[in-house]
Every structure is written in C-alpha cells, then in structure tokens.
C-alpha cells in the first residue's frame, strides 16, 4: 500500500495509530502535524512518522488518508478547515473522538463525502507521544460511523488492519447512546463521588485513609482529563442529559425504599444489579479501559518487591500500577500489580509462582 497517511495530533491515540499503520504497512509514509514541535520531533526521531508536515492546509492535500486525532472541539474547526481545501477526490478523512454525532454533522456540513467517524475504545494511564503503543488497540472495539460509502470503511479497516481491533459499525446516534451510558455517565458518577467525598473529609479527616480501596478503585476513572471530559460532555448533551434524567429518577427512587425502609425492594435493586455484572463478558475491552490486576501474598521482609519487578523487567512485562494493599509485621502482605494485557497479567503469574514461593491470585 503505497499511500500517504496524515495524523493531525501525535498523542496517546495519534501516535500508536502511527505505529500501527507502519507495522503492517511499511511502504506507507506517515505525515504528523502536532500543535508540539517536541512531539513532532520525538514521534520523527523515534520512526513513528515518517515526515513533519508543516500545515493541515499543506499537507492534507497530498494525503490519501487524513486522521484526526485532537480533541472534539478542534475537529471541529479542523473540518471546516478540510472542507475548503482541494483534497484528493478518493482521500479518506476519518477521527477518534469519543463523540460522534455532532463530528459527523460538521464533517456533513463541511462537504466532506469520504468522511468516516471513528472511535478506538482505547487508552491507557500514560498519554502524550511517548506512551505510544503499537499493541493499544489489541482486542479493543473500534467503532465506525460512516455516511453510506462502504467502499471507504473497507479501505479503512485494511489499513487498520495492524491493530488487531474489532470493527463494529454503528449509526451515530447508536455510538453517542452507546457511550454515553457505559463510558460518559460512569465518569460524572465517578467525579461526582470524589468531589462529595472531598467536602464529606472535611468534616472526617479519618475518611481519606479508609478510602484507598475499594472507593480508589470504583473512582478511578476520575482521573481523566478534565478539558476532554468538558468537551466530550458538551458535544453529548442530548443523550447525557436523558442518562443523568434517568440516574437521578432511580436515586430517588432508592432514596424512598430507604426512606419507608421497603426492604423488599432494596434486596430487589441489588440481585438485578448483581445478575446483570454477573452476566457482562470478563476481560473484554470496552468503552472503558480495563485493567487487569494480579495480587500477589508476600511476606514483610525488605527486598520482596524489588524482587518481583526484577522478573517482570526480565520477561519484558510492563506495569502501569503496583501497590500495597496490606502490610504488617509478621503477616504476608499482598501485593496488587496492574498491567494493560490479560495475556501479560497471566505471563507473569506464571514466572511469579514458578520462581518464587509467593501465592499469586486473580480478581
């Protein structure tokens, strides 16, 4: 595939789409353009892309291909830019964005016949260039929404074909729904929670050192960046506010079993809750990164962890968290190792348990 390919922001996504495209085509030249000049020099330095493009206008004229992977609000703009420079007749534009409903309708505005949206269901607790990942999307639901040009999002998916993701195509009125209730809504849940928390550890210092399991662990994703999540929640209005309508009615709705102490329908509330997580897929990649956790008994003596880290170093296997859940003076502590790939959570149980004594164990 002898074809030109820009990526308009050499983030997290941008950059490990870059590593990619290259990986399975290697006779594609790769253009990148960053509002960073550090990122462009770093993704060129490195041989994610192949050339800097010194404007949108510049080169996506020569481009066969044109992602964008920016925020939603500069898309935006960057559509309306595309639609009145002369591109290549057959150029595929496409994005990443978490959104997709308000992008197809600026991309509709903007004349643009070949654009497909796109969403890589994602991520990682690293962003930038340099967490740039060519395994990202392994496994990962890759939505599409495209505007009746199947011929487009065949051409697509070959391209992609090196990230090893699952194409799913949906309208883009399904993919906004879709999100907004499995990824968009958790997170105001999530930043909602922490943000109460925060006045409620004024009034019980204690608090915030209780917090730091289960309820560090259901918040997490809080820690998102909060200018995506402004932007992502202005470009979803619609379909959010039905959600946050329907949270809030069912909260209530708690709030007066509790009240008129409805014991019936409390226990009711938790078995379908409990039903329904029972029945969702295990280990699957969704519309909220998973991480894959290993927890491991070791005693309290100095040099165990060093120790464990040395023989993930050696198998090559990356952490992207490790912590102590427990540790006191003469019981076995455990030992909490996070990592991004199933595959590589269940390597290293096996190094673990076969050069050491330690127990490990799945959540």
Request: aromatic letters at 6%; charged letters at 25%; one cysteine or more.
């Amino acid at each position: 595939m002898n074809k030109k390919v820009l990526i308009v922001g050499l983030g997290l996504i941008g950059s490990s789409l870059a590593l990619c495209i290259k990986k399975e085509h290697p006779s594609v030249t790769i253009i990148g353009i960053d509002c960073q000049e550090t990122s462009e020099e770093f993704a060129l330095k490195r041989k994610i892309i192949d050339e800097r493009g010194n404007s949108i206008e510049e080169a996506a004229i020569l481009a066969d291909f044109i992602f964008l992977c920016t925020p939603v609000k500069s898309m935006l703009s960057q559509l309306d830019l595309l639609g009145t420079l002369p591109l290549k007749q057959e150029v595929i534009i496409t994005d990443v964005g978490s959104t997709k409903v308000e992008i197809m309708h600026a991309a509709k505005k903007a004349g643009l016949k070949t654009f497909i949206g796109g969403h890589p269901m994602a991520g990682s607790h690293k962003s930038g260039v340099t967490a740039a990942d060519e395994n990202l999307f392994e496994n990962a639901y890759y939505i599409l929404t495209s505007q009746k040009v199947e011929k487009n999002d065949n051409e697509l998916q070959k391209l992609l074909q090196g990230t090893r993701a699952k194409f799913v195509v949906l309208t883009a009125q399904e993919h906004d729904q879709i999100t907004g209730m499995l990824s968009h809504l958790p997170h105001i849940i999530a930043a909602g929670l922490v943000n109460q928390s925060k006045v409620f550890n004024e009034e019980h210092p204690r608090s915030k050192q209780l917090a730091a399991g289960g309820f560090r662990d259901i918040t997490r994703i809080a820690s998102s960046d909060p200018q995506m999540w402004t932007d992502i929640l202005m470009s979803n209005k619609e379909a959010l506010l039905a959600l946050m309508h329907s949270w809030q009615a069912e909260m209530e709705q708690v709030s007066t079993w509790i009240q008129n102490g409805n014991k019936e329908a409390i226990f009711q509330f938790f078995y379908e809750a409990k039903e329904t997580r029972n029945q969702m897929p295990v280990h699957k990649e969704g519309a909220i990164p998973a991480f894959h956790d290993l927890f491991v008994d070791v005693p309290d003596v100095p040099g165990v962890i060093a120790e464990i880290t040395a023989l993930l170093g050696k198998a090559q296997l990356s952490l992207i968290n490790l912590k102590i859940l427990e540790t006191r003076e003469d019981i076995y502590g455990i030992l909490q190792l996070s990592f991004k790939r199933e595959e590589d959570s269940e390597k290293a149980k096996e190094i673990i348990e076969k050069e050491t004594a330690y127990k490990c164990y799945e959540k």
